[in-house]
């Protein structure tokens, strides 16, 4: 079957399966989306390198399929990455010029797969290349400062994309490939997704591993997971990644967290029913939605209560949880605490490129990057000078940092989360993924979301859903929140609501 006979527009993991069983060849599907990719991504920009093996690889899921290996829902499904996740053989350039040999700089090119790359390999998916990203992911907006140049939003063009992961969102929304990576430290997961109408899911802290991706705070508050059109699809792709793995330490805590029968194994379209749902407000964050904004907020109320759930005004007022926020200056309401370790994760993330690397320290990094300092006075970083323990980290980036103010402040927001969510008797909570509409794709403004600092910070799950859209054609999402390791919740409770609502629009592609 030849690749015009593939239309790959929409499909779902579902879908990829079905034509394998009509015949269509993971060969024939890979080279549909590279088609799709030629043909359009000079528009959206989305991707900034392609997998050459990858027509390969799929042929090598056929000839397992031919000899009638059973092979799981992912083989053979196309997939893209994020540009900060290392795949061997690739650069890995984090969107800066230095690390980019097609921008005059030198490519980073890793000798291993990250975790969970390796483990989308073990899957059987088809990595058809990486995505764009800002420089060293730092913002949760867009990617305009990319040395590849801006991503556009493939939903809403002349709108921010949402970051860092914005590459990875545009791919998805435009049909490049079935299904995204996407990783988060502050939004870029949750961001993109609701940017464009997709669904994502940002995973507890130490569900999945975070070795092998360029960090921001790797130590702290990275997180991996997918984006995807549908939440069946997410679900699938979080079996794949979930779990403890030896070459990341932190996974331990996952030992035991796990639904035993998998993500996909929760899906229901009734598990709304019964369950106690908390509202955005004050006591949460005293920052209010636009009048817009409540007005979609106010119709999603209503089709959850439609679902049979019980919705619970404000749940977090006179808890003092909103007091725990500290908006880190120079910033739109974003926490960076945590972010102090990104120096010595920085110096591990490069050790463990190899002895043949272009870069194998951080004191390299700073000396590669002087001229454009990403911790200067003009440096996308700047704002790291305000991180209290920042200064220490400097004097030894090499040494574990300090991290006993941002653990405080850990369990200062788990003890509330906990407090509230136990005196309400919540299952979890609903609110709008941001406040207002996107910004302008060039301009001052950022995504005004709802959730960014507070779930980084505690290491709590999300996920998003597609919950309608702005006069403008903007998207509407929400975001389910729960307590750690209640990703099968989550997931259950959004898979009820996509199914009874279908909220997500085919965007226009041209």
């Known amino acids: 079957m030849t690749q015009e006979s593939v239309d790959v527009a929409e499909m779902t993991v579902a879908d990829v399966q079905g034509a394998f069983a009509r015949g269509v060849t993971a060969e024939a599907m890979a080279a549909a989306c590279l088609e799709r990719i030629a043909r359009l991504d000079g528009r959206y920009n989305a991707i900034v390198a392609l997998n050459p093996d990858a027509l390969d690889d799929a042929r090598a899921i056929d000839q397992r399929r031919a000899a009638g290996e059973t092979l799981g829902a992912l083989a053979g499904v196309p997939i893209v990455i994020k540009d900060t996740m290392d795949m061997a053989g690739a650069p890995s350039t984090g969107g800066w010029h230095f690390f980019s040999s097609k921008a005059g700089g030198t490519d980073l090119i890793p000798t291993t797969d990250c975790a969970v790359v390796a483990r989308m390999r073990a899957a059987g998916c088809v990595i058809l290349g990486k995505t764009n990203v800002p420089i060293l992911s730092h913002t949760g907006s867009h990617a305009n400062d990319s040395w ?12 921010m994309p949402g970051g860092s992961s914005a590459g990875t969102a545009s791919a998805v929304a435009a049909s490049y490939a079935v299904l995204g990576l996407a990783e ?6 949750q961001n993109p997704a609701s940017a464009q109408g997709l669904v994502g899911v940002k995973p507890t802290f130490g569900l999945v591993p975070n070795t092998g991706v360029m960090p921001l705070a790797g130590s702290t508050r990275d997180v991996m997971g997918p984006i995807a059109r549908c939440v069946r699809d997410a679900a699938l792709v979080l079996d794949a990644l979930a779990g403890y793995g030896s070459e990341d330490p932190k996974t331990v805590a996952a030992i035991g967290k796990l639904p035993s029968k998998g993500y996909t194994a929760a899906l229901s379209t009734t598990a709304l029913r019964g369950k106690r749902l908390g509202l955005y407000g004050p006591g949460w964050r005293d920052l209010p939605l636009s009048a817009e904004a409540a007005a979609l907020y106010e119709r999603a109320q209503g089709e959850l209560e439609s679902r049979r759930a019980t919705l619970v005004g404000d749940p977090f007022a006179g808890s003092g949880f909103a007091d725990l926020a500290e908006p880190t200056p120079g910033l739109a309401y974003f926490d960076a605490r945590g972010l102090e370790s990104i120096l010595y994760d920085t110096h591990q993330y490069l050790e463990r490129m190899g002895p043949d690397a272009t870069v194998k320290s951080f004191a390299e990094f700073a000396e590669r990057t002087k001229s454009e300092d ?126 009874a609502t279908f909220h997500r629009k085919y965007p226009v592609i041209t």
């Open 374 to 499: 990403a911790f200067g006075p003009s440096g996308v970083l700047s704002f790291m000078k305000h991180i209290r323990p920042f200064a220490a980290c400097v004097a030894d980036p090499t040494s574990p940092p300090d991290l006993s103010e941002f653990l405080a402040v850990r369990e200062a927001y788990l003890a509330k989360f906990e407090e509230v969510m136990a005196a309400h008797r919540l299952d979890a909570l609903v609110f709008p993924q941001m406040r207002a509409e996107l910004p302008p794709l060039q301009g001052p403004g950022t995504v005004l979301e709802t959730t960014v600092c507070e779930i980084n910070i505690a290491g709590l799950p999300g996920v998003t859903v597609p919950a309608g859209a702005y006069a403008s054609g903007s998207p509407f999402n929400l975001i389910f929140v729960g307590r750690l390791w209640s990703e099968s919740d989550l997931l259950a409770m959004a898979n009820d609501y996509e199914s």
């Open 148 to 159: 590849a140049g801006p991503t556009l939003n493939v939903v809403v063009p002349d709108r």
């Open 184 to 189: 988060e430290t502050g939004g870029s997961i």
